[in-house]
């Protein structure tokens, strides 16, 4: 590619998960921002049955415009050839076949915009790994410690971040004997408790559990989203979040903070009814503030993250404790959320975020490409 030439970027989106139209409100607004005088945007949209699509994905998938002009698409796992989409009619035409290269859309990196399962949690970053396509964000591994909360914790106690009491639930256990598991967390949680898939993210199949009946109600939701369930003690909390972006040397952006108007900060809250206050920066002391940017890069760190991050974080009323909730290697994205929010409120504003998080993907890549794979 000379100078002159634009970089075609393929932007990832929908996919197989609960947060498949969260995906599709973040990829339109990240094709929005994208400047065209540099970037040649390559749509790729990802049915709900997992069909890969190119051409008018996003009318398709997000419109539902049966007459939008697609086709249908794979990213072969062979870093040999161009990289990039090829039709997936080429798979059952020997003529199409015999001529490597014919009707492939190259791609020079990738932005997926995938949030949930098959998309967040490492498996695309796996493909795209095999295929050799640079790509913004956190590797497989990052992916998958993020995405993946009981993991995540694990991690956590092993750095000593803060962390509120949890358990570790497994669906079949719950199935087996759902007495004896409530009896268990009431002996080793109290209540107020929020219940969790262990790998979805978007507050999907969250509950916030009051007494007994509410923690049946919980566990039987987040049971129909994972074989792994997290259960999170309660506490009376104020919500703050921080942007973080960078490869090994990750930045903080300033500290928000989320003051919702529900009982917490729910899927409703964070994609649909914009009914929740966003406070940017927080209204907290200097010194706190730099303190929870350094929890925030140290959780980015123990992770392996890369591109970016939103690390959340509890500060508790009542003793100003400080506890680490989760990070979010693909962030939202939309026009209410906290990540491109924050980061503006740092001096960087949409388009500028972009440019900074392809060339992290462009840079990770080089380096990762100078590296030994065999003796």
């Known amino acids: 590619?000379?100078?002159?030439?634009?970089?075609?970027?393929?932007?990832?989106?929908?996919?197989?998960?609960?947060?498949?139209?969260?995906?599709?409100r973040s990829a339109r607004s990240v094709m929005a921002a994208l400047d065209r005088t540099k970037y040649d945007v390559i749509p790729i949209g990802i049915t709900k049955e997992g069909q890969w699509l190119t051409g008018d994905a996003m009318a398709l998938l997000a419109d539902g415009n049966a007459d939008a002009e697609t086709t249908a698409v794979i990213l072969p796992p062979n870093p040999t050839q161009e990289m990039g989409l090829i039709p997936a009619e080429r798979l059952t035409s020997a003529s199409a076949q015999a001529a490597p290269g014919a009707g492939i859309t190259g791609l020079d990196v990738v932005i997926p915009v995938l949030h949930g399962t098959y998309g967040e949690d490492g498996t695309v970053q796996g493909l795209l790994e095999l295929a050799g396509v640079p790509y913004v964000g956190a590797g497989v591994t990052g992916s998958a410690v993020g995405m993946d909360k009981a993991i995540f914790k694990y991690v956590m106690d092993a750095n000593g971040l803060p962390q509120l009491p949890w358990v570790l639930v497994l669906t079949s256990w719950w199935h087996h004997d759902p007495e004896a598991i409530l009896a268990l967390l009431e002996d080793e949680l109290t209540y107020p408790m929020f219940v969790k898939p262990a790998n979805l993210g978007s507050s999907v199949g969250i509950s916030k559990c009051d007494n007994r009946d509410e923690l049946k109600v919980g566990l039987i939701e987040a049971s129909q989203y994972d074989r792994r369930l997290v259960i999170e003690q309660g506490a009376n909390v104020r919500e703050l979040e921080v942007a973080v972006m960078g490869n090994d040397a990750p930045q903080a952006s300033v500290v928000g903070e989320i003051v919702p108007k529900r009982d917490f900060y729910d899927y409703e809250a964070k994609y649909i009814t914009d009914d929740s206050e966003l406070l940017i920066p927080a209204p907290i002391p200097a010194e706190l503030s730099e303190q929870v940017q350094a929890i925030a890069v140290g959780v980015y760190m123990a992770t392996d993250c890369a591109g970016l991050g939103r690390v959340d974080l509890m500060l508790d009323k009542d003793t100003g404790a400080l506890y680490v909730n989760e990070i979010n290697t693909i962030p939202g994205f939309t026009s209410i959320s906290m990540y491109p929010k924050l980061w503006e409120a740092t001096g960087v504003p949409y388009s500028e975020l972009l440019d900074r998080l392809i060339e992290y993907a462009m840079v990770r890549n080089k380096v990762k490409a100078q590296l030994r794979t065999e003796k």
């Open 1 to 24: 590619m000379t100078k002159s030439e634009k970089l075609r970027v393929g932007v990832i989106f929908g996919g197989r998960s609960g947060e498949h139209e969260v995906s599709l």
